[in-house]
């Protein structure tokens, strides 16, 4: 039986926190489910898990396998899931319960008129898990309100606002047709996952719902700045997939205004590619970030134009050591300001 949206929620090692994610999605009916991905943990994951679908049998299902990081687990919830929306839940996050009654209160509504939606879009919160500070990221002045529209209708986004995972529900339908597989063993695939689908996605529905609050703060994160300077192959890896999985410019032709939503999106993961590789002053740190830029030029060189000269990611990409110097710095300002991730 089709519910109308699964929760996938891939875990490793997340014993100790996912209990609390899992309740935030609880008490929505039966046409919701919730599939929890154990990633090969070494933990007491696999139990947790068992004991939640246990309690909860008609909702919860649990998928034990091995190890193939988070981008494996996000497929396999695809895969797996009978929804007829996905959406992808990190186990140390949680979703508003008030916010989630709303979403799913007007996808009912929606589906009863008969409107179907390739994606649905709200806002998300950082929350500080050290302080408990809370910042929205809102969407409100660049998406129509509660209303079907199409990328023709999205404004630009700020310099440091973009999609993210955390904003977005898809039609699993459309992940499933256009093959949307993410790469195994690799950090940041969440920013394909964001981009490779947007031109199959016609129809959108956006909500001013603070839904998905994203808790950051822990020292073991991917996105700590520690972490993310000792995997920073693999961030550029995800930048390159992203470059080559679209056709810009037959994008563009469709498009102007998805083109440049797309391009934005770009931007900022080449922009944290180049700085991080800025951080870390070594020669070799240095030629893999002139070798990215090269990548994308050899690619797509109206993109590279763009993004070089006309967008975050040159202003992230000055030459020289005062230009580096200087790039860190803009990072790092719009980082703490606009909540750059």
């Known amino acids: 039986m089709e519910k109308l949206i699964t929760f996938a929620v891939p875990c490793y090692n997340s014993a100790a926190f996912m209990t609390n994610c899992i309740e935030s999605l609880l008490g929505h009916g039966n046409d919701t ?16 898990a068992d004991r939640l679908a246990e309690e909860n049998p008609d909702i919860v299902r649990v998928v034990h396998q091995e190890n193939g990081g988070h981008g494996a687990g996000v497929t396999r919830g695809m895969k797996e899931a009978r929804g007829k929306y996905y959406k992808v839940v990190d186990s140390d996050d949680r979703l508003d319960r008030e916010a989630l009654d709303k979403l799913i209160g007007r996808m009912r509504e929606n589906e009863a008129a008969g409107c179907d939606v390739d994606m649905y879009v709200s806002n998300y919160v950082y929350v500080r898990t050290d302080s408990g500070e809370r910042r929205v990221m809102s969407y409100r002045t660049k998406f129509p309100n509660e209303k079907i529209c199409t990328w023709d209708d999205v404004k630009p986004f700020g310099l440091a606002q973009y999609l993210m995972m955390h904003s977005v529900v898809y039609r ?16 940041y695939e969440d920013n394909l996952y964001m981009y490779e689908p947007f031109p199959y996605v016609k129809r959108i529905y956006y ?17 700590n700045e520690k972490n993310v300077l000792r995997r920073i192959d693999q961030q550029i890896r995800v930048a390159k997939l992203m470059i080559d999985c679209q056709d810009l410019e ?52 109206r993109a590279y134009k763009k993004l070089r000269f006309s967008s975050v990611a040159g202003l992230t990409a000055l030459p020289g050591a005062v230009g580096r110097s200087l790039s860190v710095g803009i990072y790092r300002f719009i980082h703490k300001f606009g909540k750059l991730n």
């Not at 339908?173 to 597989?181: C, D, Q, T, Y």
């Not at 900022?268 to 070799?284: A, G």
């Open 33 to 48: 489910e919730i599939i929890i991905i154990n990633d090969g943990s070494t933990d007491e994951t696999g139990a947790v």
């Open 207 to 223: 909500m001013d719902l603070d839904l998905y609050l994203y808790y950051v703060g822990r020292e073991e994160q991917s996105v």
């Open 250 to 301: 037959a994008v563009r032709a469709k498009s102007r205004r998805l083109y440049r939503c797309m391009l934005h999106e770009l931007s900022i993961i080449i922009s944290i590619c180049t700085v991080f590789l800025y951080m870390k002053k070594d020669k070799e740190s240095l030629q893999k970030s002139k070798d990215l830029w090269a990548y994308l030029k050899s690619r797509d060189k």
């Open 172 to 187: 699993t339908a459309l992940l499933r047709e256009n093959n949307i597989e993410l790469p195994r063993h690799t950090f």
